[in-house]
């Protein structure tokens, strides 16, 4: 079964554009979280979307954005970029069992905004 | 939703010894999980330990759980250089759906 993939890997964006990021989860698991991972701060939960549907939102402003397709492919927009969202954005896709939610992370975004 | 609190930050020890990291946490909890993460990489699931649960193994890792002291510990014996990376603890509240990491313990393995 392949893994959660991510792209791209790598970006590079200057202040003010903005960027989407894809994330495609493990085939079957419909739950996608996004994450921003940062030296200071972390790993910040951003939201996370199931069946198309926010279904949790972390504390990030409105310039954060994300959606899911119907094929659980999931993206992230971040608009008016600014220097502090460089960062690495890490996607999880998760899947309920008996045990509990167990999530996949995919290798990440890195992102640098100049 | 909460976050969990590792410490220590960083621990730095010598091959064959053991590490133990910590995880504590304030609120309610269905289960806690531990993450590792290589340098800039994408985290890997270690292990789940459900709230009704006080220890769990898997080879070499060893971790418990307290709900009256809302603590964990992950615990790695035998430590290789290998195991360098940094450990995360995250908590899965009662909906099951909703994982808050903590900022977790940088461990470093000198062979």
């Known amino acids: 079964k392949a893994g959660v993939t991510q792209t791209p890997r790598y970006l590079i964006k200057t202040r003010g554009q903005q960027v989407t990021l894809s994330c495609s989860p493990i085939?079957?698991?419909?739950?996608v979280s996004w994450y921003q991972q940062t030296p200071g701060q972390g790993l910040q939960f951003l939201f996370e979307?199931?069946?198309?549907?926010?279904?949790n939102k972390g504390n990030f402003p409105g310039r954060f954005s994300g959606r899911q397709f119907s094929n659980s492919r999931s993206e992230m927009n971040v608009s008016t970029l600014e220097l502090g969202d460089s960062a690495l954005y890490l996607c999880?896709?998760?899947?309920?069992?008996?045990?509990?939610?167990?999530?996949?992370f995919g290798q990440g975004t890195r992102l640098t905004v100049v | 939703s909460q976050q969990g609190e590792e410490d220590p930050q960083a621990l730095s020890i010598q091959e064959g010894e053991n590490a133990t990291m910590n995880c504590s946490y304030k609120t309610s909890i269905n289960n806690l999980q531990w993450y590792r993460q290589n340098s800039g990489r994408g985290l890997v699931h270690l292990i789940l330990?459900?709230?009704?649960?006080r220890e769990k193994h898997s080879g070499r890792l060893r971790v418990t759980l307290d709900t009256s002291k809302k603590s964990s510990s992950l615990l790695i014996t035998a430590s290789r250089a290998a195991d360098t990376a940094s450990y995360f603890c995250?908590?899965?509240?009662?909906?099951?759906?909703?994982?808050?990491f903590g900022a977790g313990t940088r461990l470093t393995v000198k062979p």
């Open positions: 330990i459900r709230s009704n649960e």
């Open positions: 995250a908590l899965v509240g009662s909906n099951n759906n909703d994982m808050r």
């Open positions: 999880a896709s998760s899947v309920l069992h008996q045990g509990g939610t167990e999530a996949f």
């Open positions: 085939s079957g698991h419909r739950s």
């Open positions: 979307y199931f069946s198309e549907t926010q279904r």
